[in-house]
């Protein structure tokens, strides 16, 4: 089967950071995308890696290791508006059109 | 620019009747895709077209469930003889190019089957 596991649930505080991780097991393996949705919202992009290594975008950067099927995503100086639901995303690649989605991680950020 | 649109937003039907749902995707983007997510969980895939072609339906539980975009951009998914279980959030998205890289949801349809 396909699968990604990531934390259900993750709290911390303004300004702090937060490390939310992602292993996965597919069939393949193209890239790593993350998405944030907050609470009666749709997802919205944030971040791929197809390679491994860190990106970095502002306040957010995603970490990536292929051979350990490990990914991560960083969230730096944290805000109340970070409050949300992150997904990690694989695309097992091929003709399958398919993101496998995980579950999603829902941080809330304390003041 | 407009993003990616859904209709309708909410939809209440009976079981046993069919429903379509719209998905009208940004302007110029080849590859489209429909999700479904039930609460506290993540976009679970359908199907996705790339232009008018389906690439993949693997994702769509029974034949009660078809989508089509028959010129390339606004795409519809019906649900025919719908049940209880089908109630859930449909969401759409697209994407500029074939790559999974990116992806742009809708706000997607609650559709709720009595």
């Known amino acids: 089967g396909q699968s990604l596991e990531q934390p259900s649930e993750v709290t911390a505080v303004e300004g702090a950071i937060v490390q939310i991780n992602c292993t996965y097991q597919?069939?393949?393996?193209?890239?790593l995308s993350w998405y944030q949705q907050h609470d009666g919202g749709a997802p919205t992009f944030l971040s791929y890696n197809a390679l491994d290594g860190l990106e970095e975008t502002g306040r957010f950067s995603s970490f990536l290791s292929r051979s350990d099927s490990y990914g991560y995503l960083l969230l730096q100086e944290l805000q109340m508006k970070d409050s949300a639901s992150y997904f990690c995303?694989?695309?097992?690649?091929?003709?399958?059109?398919?993101?496998?989605f995980g579950k999603g991680t829902k941080l809330s950020v304390k003041p | 620019g407009a993003g990616v649109s859904q209709s309708p937003r909410y939809k209440v039907t009976k079981r046993g009747q069919d429903v379509a749902l719209r998905c009208d995707p940004i302007?110029?983007?080849?590859?489209l895709y429909w999700y479904r997510q039930a609460l506290g969980q993540g976009p679970e895939f359908l199907t996705y077209?790339?232009?008018?072609?389906?690439?993949?339906k693997s994702g769509l539980p029974n034949d009660r469930f078809s989508a089509e975009r028959p010129e390339g951009s606004i795409s519809t998914l019906t649900i025919q003889r719908t049940e209880q279980r089908d109630s859930a959030m449909y969401r759409c998205?697209?994407?500029?190019?074939?790559?999974?890289?990116?992806?742009?949801f809708g706000p997607g349809t609650r559709l709720l089957v009595l």
């Open positions: 077209f790339n232009y008018e072609a389906q690439q993949d």
């Open positions: 302007s110029g983007h080849v590859s």
């Open positions: 597919t069939s393949g393996f193209y890239g």
């Open positions: 998205a697209s994407s500029p190019t074939s790559s999974r890289e990116t992806q742009y």
């Open positions: 995303a694989v695309w097992a690649g091929g003709s399958q059109g398919n993101l496998i």
